[in-house]
């Protein structure tokens, strides 16, 4: 764990909600991620996942830096973090904390400009929760809100959060998943994305290229993707 990341882990407070997603509380990301502690306090917490198009509909995705503490090197979408115990980021009409919180940090990791990523862009599609454990230390147990946005932005990625970005149509996401089954050329995907992709990403998709994104939004479901 670099200085970044034990500084992340220890200072950041995470929003803990039960699994209707009503805030009951909050705790520092080590004690969210620490496999022992989440299980014994039956720890959940709230997370956002980011899928950023560009103009041609293609999938802005994010390999996790060599350094993070959970799940480093494997490829995922956009952006994937937690909003925080802040006033901000605790905003529940229309979603805005968690949307702020996505702006924060698409700057954060990919040094996407607040101009580039405003908040009243990002839709709210939907909820899942899920839980994915990183190894026999760590593990993610999140309720995930779900954020479409399309733009072209400007990318600056952030080193110690990232180690490679790509675009990809839906042949060449299909084509990286099928190396990551296969164990070719050290692909790993995350499994939060993974869920994501094989129960609800395709289907979006195809809404977001007709524009028909509004129709797909459902935030009155939680989806109960644990494996």
């Given at each position: 764990?670099d ?9 950041d407070?995470?929003?803990l909600?039960?699994?209707q997603d009503?805030?009951?509380g909050?705790?520092?990301?080590y ?16 997370a ?6 560009n103009?041609?509909?293609e ?13 480093p090197l494997?490829w995922?979408n ?5 909003p ?8 529940q ?12 940090k698409l700057l ?11 908040v ?6 939907g909820r ?11 593990s993610?147990?999140e ?5 479409f ?10 080193p110690?959060?990232?180690a490679?970005?790509?675009y ?7 084509e990286?998943i099928?190396?990551?089954d296969?164990g070719e050329e050290?692909?790993?995907i995350?499994?939060w994305?993974r869920?994501?992709v094989?129960?609800?990403l ?9 524009g028909t994104?509004s ?8 989806h109960n993707?644990?494996e």
């Amino acid at each position: 764990m670099d200085d970044m990341q034990r500084r992340l882990m220890f200072e950041d407070e995470c929003i803990l909600v039960d699994e209707q997603d009503n805030v009951v509380g909050h705790e520092s990301k080590y004690n969210c991620s620490m496999l022992g502690h989440l299980l014994e306090k039956n720890l959940l917490h709230r997370a956002f996942s980011v899928f950023l198009f560009n103009s041609n509909y293609e999938l802005l995705l994010q390999q996790r830096s060599a350094t993070k503490v959970t799940f480093p090197l494997v490829w995922s979408n956009t952006c994937c973090s937690h909003p925080l115990y802040h006033e901000s980021e605790l905003i529940q009409e229309n979603d805005l904390g968690v949307r702020n919180a996505a702006q924060r940090k698409l700057l954060d990791e990919l040094g996407i400009p607040a101009e580039d990523a405003p908040v009243d862009q990002f839709t709210p599609v939907g909820r899942m929760i899920y839980m994915a454990p990183s190894d026999g230390k760590w593990s993610e147990h999140e309720l995930t809100h779900m954020l479409f946005i399309v733009r072209d932005v400007k990318l600056q990625p952030n080193p110690d959060e990232v180690a490679d970005v790509r675009y990809v149509n839906r042949e060449q996401l299909k084509e990286l998943i099928q190396k990551a089954d296969a164990g070719e050329e050290g692909v790993k995907i995350s499994p939060w994305f993974r869920l994501i992709v094989d129960n609800l990403l395709m289907g979006w998709w195809d809404h977001v290229e007709k524009g028909t994104l509004s129709e797909a939004v459902d935030m009155e479901t939680i989806h109960n993707l644990k494996e």
